[in-house]
């Protein structure tokens, strides 16, 4: 998705008074909200300006709950991205994608789409037909993955898999879907090109959740509900972040959607601009060139685009 507004890195607010007693846990960050119109509320946990990325995790948006009304909907126009992998993520509505390799898919509540740019892509994400028509509730998270150096100009492409060809466990007091890369022992059928994972997890209140101390880089967003680590307590939505190494246990106080993520650390800062992701400012520049010039493929049944901020 294109969700920032402006030509500026985003870099988020400061951590917001959270405990931090925990020794395993690094940063609490507290998204910051921005109504993007007709309700459409986004929160925007990374990049922040004390963490940019978690693993290869360079940004991080948690988008709803709206209602959209009969003959309403999403509608994010044509636009480009380097450098990086997106996934959408819904728990709840339906998005439309099509992008300029010929890709056309309706992305449904958990199921996995991985849209990998490389060198360059550009995609619409809108509301589909028949959801505009009668109206819907959406709810969901978009993360761009950043690639690592000597994959940042691979080949764009997309992998989609439907929320039944995901791997799942379920314990009595939890259910966990494995989105990508590895966790509670089962791994996900996503191919990646770096090491990263992403889990969603629901749980009742009571249960006890184990968070794999093997990643290198490793966070928690609560999406909704409220947990206690370590005796301290946590309500959504938060990225709480953790140190590597250590064995967390996740209590929750209430019923609670969290999702798991990390990975590699890369091996370097990124720059980020609009949709663009990169190791070198002057790839950046470029890539904005090519937009503003229509180098970029089109994207098939689209006849309008979003325009190069200036």
């Not at 400061?14 to 925990?22: A, E, H, I, R």
């Not at 395993?24 to 998204?31: E, M, N, S, T, W």
Request: hydrophobic content about 40%; overall charge negative.
């Amino acid at each position: 998705m294109s969700w920032q507004p402006s030509n500026d890195p985003v870099l988020g607010d400061p951590v917001l008074g959270d405990p931090m007693s925990c020794d395993a846990l690094d940063l609490v960050i507290v998204p910051r909200t921005r109504d993007l119109g007709d309700g459409f509320v986004v929160r925007r946990a990374l990049p922040h300006g004390k963490r940019q990325m978690v693993g290869p995790f360079i940004f991080f948006d948690h988008f709803g709950p709206v209602q959209f009304m009969s003959g309403k909907g999403m509608d994010v126009r044509p636009h480009p991205h380097i450098g990086l992998a997106t996934v959408t993520y819904l728990f709840d509505g339906s998005i439309m994608h099509r992008d300029s390799e010929g890709n056309v898919c309706e992305i449904q509540p958990g199921a996995m789409n991985l849209m990998t740019a490389g060198r360059g892509i550009a995609h619409s994400e809108r509301t589909p037909d028949a959801q505009r028509a009668s109206g819907q509730q959406m709810l969901g998270l978009q993360s761009w993955i950043a690639l690592p150096a000597g994959s940042e100009e691979i080949a764009p492409s997309f992998q989609h898999y439907g929320a039944g060809d995901l791997p799942m466990i379920s314990e009595r007091d939890f259910t966990a879907r494995v989105i990508a890369g590895s966790a509670f022992g089962i791994t996900s059928p996503v191919s990646m090109v770096s090491p990263w994972f992403y889990t969603e997890v629901t749980a009742v209140a009571g249960a006890s959740v184990p968070l794999d101390p093997d990643h290198e880089e490793r966070a928690i967003y609560v999406v909704d509900g409220e947990v206690e680590i370590a005796n301290e307590r946590y309500e959504g939505p938060r990225l709480l972040i953790f140190r590597p190494g250590d064995r967390i246990t996740v209590k929750t106080l209430k019923p609670t959607r969290m999702m798991f993520l990390g990975g590699d650390a890369l091996e370097g800062p990124r720059h980020i601009w609009w949709n663009f992701v990169s190791s070198s400012k002057e790839r950046i520049e470029q890539a904005k060139q090519d937009w503003k010039t229509g180098r970029f493929a089109v994207v098939p049944q689209e006849h309008e685009f979003i325009p190069l901020p200036e």
